[in-house]
């Protein structure tokens, strides 16, 4: 394949005449679709790509209800030609190209990376954290730690940096000796299955809904003063790709309307399905209608939704997943390191193969016009 970088504006005109296919049927093409509408990418996607069998044949809905049918890899092959154009839209980048390198088919198929993209976009202007004339969220900082085993040196590092930089603030850890995971069933299922990551999603918007406070992941690094953030009623962090996740860190003072909508939503929800299998979902893809219902768009960028303010990613999550490096700005208060605990072995095995692919990809990219 010809790996091609460029910017969105510059894919876009790049592509106006041109078959585009995204290969990761998940959020990354909404998110192309919905950060860059004036372009109507939703109009000028032919189909996706995926390797999972699941999706095989079925429909992909993208904004304004246009659907778009999920090829195989074999089918994909098949059927590009010289007017398609490939864009990745996937954390897995590097596994891809390296599958489709396998392909004589492909060699001189245009190929374009969405995660470098997003990668080397420049960051808005500093944005205001306090949305409030006075501080309403109480200073206390949750979070939990089940299981009983010892935490590693970057946890112990993040729970440093919150005394380092909130003295003030009270820290409290949730553990099967001060709190009650027969709560929910989806946290005593998750819980007893050893799944104990999934056991929080719940329990963090419980503690949050019942004291008022701030909830941080083990994996979340304090880099500057947070006070600034309890001049909300709420507030929330969105990741690279426009969605929100609770797990990167959260606040809000007691019973807060959009807290209690993403707990009232955990009563449909079970972590054992039907046939005894779990639930692996993550809890931003259970998450992501709710916050939908209550108006929030899926664009990386500060938003107010039922109370809460929203912030872009480079205030509370400034790593794009699939690289090694942080992208901090002058906004940034805090870095979620993306322990990834929730993933299998086989799926952190490919994010780090994205992440040290980094400069080999850098060295094949193309400039326009190359043969």
């Known amino acids: 394949m010809k790996l091609k970088h460029c910017t969105i504006d510059e894919f876009a005109q790049r592509t106006q005449d041109k078959k585009i296919v995204c290969f990761g049927a998940y959020v990354m093409p909404l998110s192309l679709c919905n950060e860059f509408e004036g372009y109507h990418f939703e109009n000028r996607i032919a189909y996706l790509v995926d390797n999972d069998k699941k999706k095989h044949g079925t429909d992909f809905c993208l904004p304004n209800g246009q659907v778009r049918e999920i090829l195989s890899v074999g089918q994909f092959v098949s059927r590009a030609d010289s007017q398609t154009v490939l864009l990745i839209t996937s954390d897995y980048f590097a596994a891809i190209i390296g599958q ?41 900082i949750h979070y939990f730690w089940f299981g009983r085993n010892k935490k590693n040196s970057l946890m112990e590092q993040c729970i440093q940096s919150w005394k380092k930089f909130c003295p003030d603030y009270r820290i409290i850890e949730w553990n099967e000796d001060n709190y009650d995971i027969t709560r929910h069933k989806f946290m005593e299922q998750a819980y007893n299955s050893g799944k104990y990551s999934f056991v929080t999603d719940y329990a963090r918007l419980d503690v949050v809904n019942r004291y008022g406070g701030i909830y941080f992941d083990t994996d979340v690094e304090v880099i500057k003063n947070i006070d600034g953030l309890l001049y909300n009623e709420a507030f929330f962090g969105l990741g690279t790709y426009g969605r929100i996740a609770t797990g990167l860190g959260f606040g809000a003072v007691k019973q807060q309307k959009a807290v209690q909508k993403l707990l009232e939503a955990y009563g449909r929800f079970s972590f054992l399905k039907e046939d005894g299998s779990y639930d692996l979902r993550t809890n931003t ?15 990386n960028k500060f938003q107010m939704v039922a109370g809460a303010s929203v912030f872009p990613s480079d205030v509370m999550s400034p790593q794009i997943p699939g690289f090694h490096s942080y992208r901090t700005t002058c906004n940034t208060v805090t870095v979620h390191h993306n322990g990834f605990s929730w993933a299998s072995g086989a799926q952190k095995e490919e994010f780090e193969r994205s992440k040290d692919a980094y400069e080999t990809i850098r060295a094949r990219f193309c400039q326009e016009g190359e043969d």
């Open 100 to 140: 489709l390198d396998q392909y004589r088919e492909l060699d001189r198929l245009p190929c374009y990376i969405y995660p470098f993209m997003k990668y080397d976009m420049e960051y808005p202007d500093k944005i205001p954290l306090k949305h409030a004339g006075q501080p309403l969220i109480p200073k206390t």
């Open 285 to 299: 893809i259970r998450e992501a209608p709710v916050f939908q219902e209550l108006g929030l768009m899926q664009k």
